[in-house]
């Protein structure tokens, strides 16, 4: 059955101007027509389903890329992962990733979960036998002998034994490798403020993940682990907190290194909306604690990254305290209220960008022939308002509609 979506106007994920009376036409889970109201055909005797949603806006679905599906959001996380057996994590997880579809994020990246709770929970999205997004999974994630998430990690120190991690996650069944380069505020004990890798170790990592067609995405808080990182190749920077080695100073910004990220097409995950959660919901932390000690100067740091061309993707680090699975949409609202860019700038990384960091932007990130039916209808226009991405009348992911006219369907 053919599948016709209507809307007030049309965002189709890559800049463009919004195109008024917007229609999608979908059938066998791809995008065939992407047009105006007026220029939709239905035949006589053809049996069409039709969603109209007035006032509404048409757009790709969101991307969300930094998930641990395993991890509680709660505020005692940490005690849970400790604590918790797989099969709860497991159960978790499948509530997690039923939770983010409902909120309209149509593919999301888990960058560290253990592979016995998240390939399973993958392999059932993709059996049909529970609800989720489109899952591309790191699985374990690589760090030091007692290293960041060494709980649920893989512990490896030598060039070499990085390199079998990967080969490892490669095996199972991984779409992509993560790398702790630096402490973590998850984790006790570890230093946010140093490396754990030195960039040799980086660049081997990287050299075999690009020869099993992988990329790699690396945990970075400290100014040193983001030099390594960049040095070494890494695809994505998840945090890129550029945390100076004493805390007294806070950050160690370096404009040179912030030019080379954009000039290799590094893309950067900022995780920059976990600080307005905290706020949010109550949650103090110390100012020596992570990325959001300062965050005034927090987003001047980012603001001028993206000035000079750095590609940011949309991750909210959904699990850990405070960041809940269905959250999504306070990444692009920060990026617009604390960075100031447009909401049609944040509109494009939740999709376009972050399709490309993925290496999918032929498949997913905008509504265009041809491409996979993950679409949305928002109530609103995010291209004026961007707080209208928390209100979605319609979801569909794949072809399959998720949401109808604000009724979830799952």
């Not at 910004?253 to 290799?264: N, P, S, V």
Request: proline letters at 4%; hydrophobic letters at 40%.
């Amino acid at each position: 059955m053919k599948l016709v979506l209507k809307a007030d106007r049309l965002i189709d994920g890559t800049g463009a101007p919004p195109v008024d009376n917007g229609a999608v036409v979908v059938s066998d889970g791809r995008i065939t027509e992407v047009t105006t109201q007026d220029m939709v055909e239905i035949g006589e005797r053809e049996e069409v389903d039709v969603i109209d949603a007035p006032g509404g806006t048409l757009m790709p679905g969101f991307i969300e890329m930094h998930t641990h599906v395993h991890c509680s959001a709660q505020s005692d996380a940490y005690t849970h992962i400790m604590t918790e057996s797989d099969e709860r994590f497991i159960m978790r997880g499948v509530a997690a990733v039923r939770s983010a579809l409902g909120s309209g994020v149509t593919t999301m990246r888990d960058l560290g979960s253990r592979n016995q709770v998240i390939l399973p929970i993958k392999a059932a999205v993709e059996d049909g036998i529970i609800p989720g997004p489109r899952i591309l999974a790191a699985g374990t994630p690589i760090t030091t002998t007692g290293g960041h998430c060494n709980m649920f990690g893989t512990e490896a120190d030598t060039a070499e034994e990085v390199v079998t991690a990967i080969r490892t996650q490669f095996k199972l069944g991984a779409d992509c490798i993560k790398v702790m380069s630096t402490g973590g505020g998850f984790t006790p004990g570890t230093n946010v403020r140093a490396p754990q890798y030195p960039v040799e170790t980086l660049r081997a990592a990287v050299k075999d993940a690009e020869r099993l067609g992988l990329r790699v995405a690396a945990h970075c808080h400290a100014s040193a682990g983001v030099r390594n990182c960049v040095n070494a190749g890494i695809h994505n920077l998840i945090h890129c907190s550029w945390l100076a080695e004493n805390e007294e100073d806070m950050y160690d910004y370096d404009e040179g290194y912030a030019d080379m990220i954009a000039e290799k097409g590094i893309y950067v995950d900022p995780t920059l909306a976990l600080g307005r959660l905290n706020q949010i919901r109550g949650r103090v932390r110390s100012p020596a604690s992570g990325a959001m000690g300062n965050p005034e100067r927090r987003f001047e740091i980012l603001r001028d990254m993206w000035d000079r061309g750095v590609k940011f993707v949309t991750g909210m680090d959904a699990g850990m305290t405070n960041a809940n699975f269905d959250d999504f949409a306070y990444i692009p609202q920060v990026m617009v209220e604390e960075m100031g860019i447009t909401p049609m700038e944040a509109i494009v990384c939740s999709t376009q960008t972050s399709a490309e960091c993925l290496g999918l932007e032929d498949e997913i990130g905008a509504l265009e022939v041809g491409k996979s039916a993950d679409v949305l209808i928002v109530n609103g226009n995010p291209s004026e308002d961007i707080t209208a991405l928390h209100d979605v009348n319609t979801i569909v992911s794949q072809g399959r509609v998720i949401k109808r006219n604000n009724d979830l369907l799952i």
